[in-house]
Structure formats: C-alpha cells, structure tokens
C-alpha cells in the first residue's frame, strides 16, 4: 500500500493544519484510516479512525487533549483521508502517522500493518 502524507509544518498556537493521507494504487474508501500523533507524552498514540463505512471515532481516552478540536474526514474522489487540527497548542507538536487497516479500527497501533513517512507538526507558543 503507497500513501502520503502531507500538510504538516510550523504553526502559531491557536492556529490550524489540515493533514493529508493521500493514497495510491488502491482505493482508500475500502480500509479503515487512522491518524496517531508520537508526541511528547506516548509511544504513537491514536487519534481518530474512519472506517470503511464512512463512520468515524475518536480516540477520547488515548488523547483526551485532542477532544473538539481534531476532525477526521474522508474525499473518494481524491482518495484522500484529511485531519482537521484546530485551536492547535504546543502540546500538539509532533509527527502525525495515517495507516490504513482493512476495514475495522482499532486503537492499537501494533495492529496496523501500514505506516505513512509521518509529518512533522510544530506549534510554537
């Protein structure tokens, strides 16, 4: 599986970042797509997935730092799952990782098989 990610870069606290997951060679729509932040306070944490079926859950009780301001989205026709990042702080520096997984989340990332590069976000104060 080839995806990548883009739309990290260096932010002001209280601003905004839309990350990108675009994939390739085969149609995103048919996995499950997470996004994990390895920040400061653990090993690649769980944000938000979206499944298959276009619902979408977040990971409130890895991230609690993360609740309303995270938004996980997906475009078919640009075969691209988006996180939306707002009122973003310095807390939220760190590298952002999508991976699909066939269908199902699950908040473990040593369940996911297929990692991106990662994408580097800072939030200066």
């Known amino acids: 599986l080839q995806f990548v990610e883009s739309g990290g870069g260096l932010v002001q606290a209280g601003g905004s970042l839309r990350l990108s997951c675009e994939a390739s060679?085969?149609?995103?729509?048919?996995?499950?797509v997470a996004w994990f932040r390895h920040g400061p306070r653990e090993e690649r944490e769980p944000l938000s997935c979206?499944?298959?079926?276009?619902?979408?859950?977040?990971?409130?009780d890895y991230a609690d730092l993360v609740k309303g301001r995270f938004t996980i989205s997906r475009d078919s026709a640009k075969n691209t799952v988006y996180l939306q990042m707002n009122n973003l702080n310095p807390l939220d520096t760190g590298t952002y990782y999508c991976a699909p997984r066939f269908k199902f989340c699950t908040p473990s990332p040593a369940n996911y098989d297929y990692w991106g590069q990662g994408i580097h976000v800072t939030v200066s104060s």
């Open positions: 060679g085969f149609t995103l729509d048919n996995y499950a």
């Open positions: 979206i499944r298959a079926d276009g619902t979408t859950i977040d990971y409130e």
